[in-house]
């Protein structure tokens, strides 16, 4: 039995968006810093700015920090690499951690989103 290849089926994926992209979006714990010194990305670190720590987006990506306990939401810029706590998606500035209120607390769970993609949900 000679089996014919089943292109329809990639062309059907493709269409339907189920190709691999990097995360646009993600859920979880964040928590603030405030670095002395240099950024991963060479800038000085300046806990008044509005700025993150992201494992993996490139730096200068904007993305916009909901948190989930009170609705808060804040724009930063990607200019550092962490987290390094399991679990953790996003280390922040003070700055950004007083915006979002949770600067006394210290984590909270968010929502990120890079700037102009899609909102996911967060159950």
């Known amino acids: 039995m000679i089996r014919k290849p089943r292109t329809h089926l990639l062309a059907l994926s493709l269409c339907a968006g189920l190709t691999t992209q990097p995360a646009l979006a993600e859920c979880g714990s964040a928590s603030w810093y405030e670095l002395t010194g240099r950024t991963a990305s060479g800038t000085r670190n300046n806990p008044e700015a509005l700025t993150a720590a992201h494992r993996t987006l490139p730096f200068g990506t904007r993305v916009k920090v909901e948190n989930l306990a009170n609705g808060e939401t804040v724009t930063l810029t990607i200019v550092d690499r962490g987290p390094f706590t399991r679990g953790r998606v996003l280390d922040v500035s003070r700055?950004?951690?007083?915006?979002?209120?949770?600067?006394r607390r210290g984590v909270?769970?968010?929502?990120?989103?890079?700037?102009?993609?899609?909102?996911?949900?967060?159950?």
């Open 95 to 103: 700055r950004a951690a007083r915006e979002l209120k949770f600067l």
């Open 108 to 123: 909270t769970k968010v929502r990120v989103t890079v700037t102009g993609k899609a909102t996911p949900s967060c159950g």
